[in-house]
């Protein structure tokens, strides 16, 4: 994979490098997490044809269980791996992530032997069982792969970084859609990709963490010095682990209590939705987020933690907030184009997520300014408020009969509290309210003629093939007229970082 790197990808990444820190490696986490998108993107309409909806739907239970238990197996210390002053300090909080992880992990598979059958039947799957009960097995390479990405941002290694996204992805997408094509309908080839693809990603991210840093490792290694670490950011295990949790539970909940509400079909008209719009918030949000923490961290020492942020706030905005906008007013015909009209659902399930989405998308890398003020209380505050009002959404659709509805409430509140909290932060960075305020009006106006065109369009044609080309022109029109304000080095930006 490294020569392929070197060869393929380093030479059009040398296009645009600029020379701060903060660009090259979002950059560089960007190229990989771009390519991993594409992969993943393009076999969705392979993957449509070979499961069902109620495949999926199960695939997104698992997808739940493991992404809230990963959030907690760590007790959240991979989030302070980035902060000790120095780097034998750093070494003992992974080692202590990486023993967390183990340990947790062990009795989340004892929970599961045990109760797995009644967790399956809560969500009306019982296919989910055989999965959930080797979960942890996903769950704690998932667990140490975090803390591992993290230790190498410490290290300003965000190639390893990318390339442990790609072998993810590649080997995810090639187990799903090898073992579809060869056993079309078997609910496993779908369930397997998740173990083969987070074990290849830990495989390569620990070699290279071996290979480039072995020697720190072996020689910083102190009982004593790691009790000291933990015990001095217990803050996060005590306040960012729950409030972690109740983000990562109401974030996935949609696919628990769609199932509990309703039949499993679904969640998995959601799970392709919400897989749909994930794209461009884990490509460019979760690049940006990767490289943020540790470039933010220095930026509060030097007093520019408010340039940044902006900085930050405004090109997040920008990128997404018009073509979100686009893809929500054609998000019904869109999938039905795609996918193939059995899918029509979940276009409204896309269109009704994309406020949430878009908040998401700006507010993630932000979220990492609670870690570095170290206001973690506030953050719990946050979550326990997000949790109870998506909870009630959910409960409030579930219980009118609607899935519709449920995931257009969960959305709406979800969206109100993710501007809220992105507010809340930039006030934390010392940017003034009316200068947040300026920046999304501006935004708009920029995106109102893609906006009336594609609505013209929609208008005047009823012809979900018309609408669906449209709907590209109007995205990369907007590129087009905007790619050198994203992609531009400009002077003050380059004096942030």
């Known amino acids: 994979m490294g020569w392929l790197w070197a060869k393929f990808v380093d030479p059009v990444k040398g296009l645009f490098v600029r020379n701060d820190r903060f660009s090259r490696g979002v950059l560089t986490v960007l190229t990989g997490t771009t390519i991993c998108k594409v992969i993943a993107f393009a076999a969705i309409p392979l993957l449509s044809r070979l499961f069902t909806p109620e495949d999926f739907g199960v695939l997104a239970l698992f997808g739940m269980m493991t992404a809230t238990c990963a959030t907690i197996v760590t007790w959240r210390y991979e989030a302070a791996v980035v902060l000790p002053d120095s780097d034998e300090k750093a070494v003992n909080l992974l080692a202590v992530c990486i023993g967390l992880s183990t340990i947790t992990s062990v009795l989340l598979w ?77 609910l496993g080839g779908l369930l397997v990709g998740p173990f083969i693809a987070r074990f290849a990603a830990v495989l390569s991210i620990g070699l290279s963490t071996l290979r480039n840093d072995g020697e720190l490792i072996r020689r910083s290694l102190n009982w004593q010095v790691a009790r000291e670490q933990a015990i001095r ?19 996935e909940m949609p696919a628990g209590m769609l199932g509990m509400f309703f039949v499993t079909q679904w969640v998995g008209f959601y799970s392709i939705a919400y897989r749909i719009l994930s794209v461009p918030v884990q490509m460019l949000g979760g690049a940006i987020a990767q490289v943020y923490l540790p470039v933010a961290r220095d930026a509060a020492a030097a007093g520019r933690l408010d340039k940044l942020s902006l900085s930050i706030f405004g090109r997040l905005l920008g990128v997404a907030m018009t073509p979100m906008i686009i893809v929500a007013i054609a998000a019904p015909e869109l999938i039905s184009v795609i996918l193939g009209p059995q899918w029509v659902f979940a276009g409204e399930m896309l269109a009704w997520l994309t406020p949430s989405m878009l ?6 890398p932000l979220s990492e300014i609670y870690s570095i003020l170290e206001r973690q209380q506030e953050k719990l505050v946050f979550n326990v408020a997000l949790f109870a009002t998506r909870v009630a959404s959910l409960g409030i659709g579930g219980l009118l009969g609607d899935p519709i509805l449920a995931v257009a409430l969960y959305s709406v509140s979800g969206a109100v509290f993710w501007a809220l909290q992105s507010v809340w932060l930039l006030n934390l960075s ?51 007229f905007r790619w050198k304000e994203f992609l531009g080095p400009g002077k003050s930006r380059q004096k942030l970082f």
């Open 430 to 480: 010392s940017v003034p309210s009316g200068t947040i305020a300026k920046q999304i009006f501006a935004e708009l106006l920029r995106g109102i003629p893609f906006i009336l065109f594609i609505s013209a369009i929609q208008y005047r044609y009823n012809s979900p093939m018309k609408l669906t080309a449209a709907t590209f022109v109007a995205i990369a029109l907007f590129f087009a």
């Open 359 to 364: 908040a998401v998308f700006v507010a993630s």
């Open 233 to 251: 950011f217990i803050r996060f295990p005590v306040y960012d682990t729950p409030a972690s949790t109740l983000s990562s539970i109401s974030r």
């Open 110 to 186: 004892f929970a599961f032997q045990v109760w797995g059958r009644d967790i399956a039947l809560l969500f009306g799957a019982p296919d989910f069982e055989f999965w959930l009960k080797l979960s942890p097995l996903c769950i704690w390479a998932t667990g140490v792969w975090t803390a591992l990405r993290l230790w190498k941002s410490r290290r300003d290694d965000f190639r390893s970084i990318s390339v442990s996204r790609v072998v993810d992805t590649s080997a995810l997408v090639t187990t799903q859609t090898g073992l579809g094509l060869g056993f079309q309908g078997m």
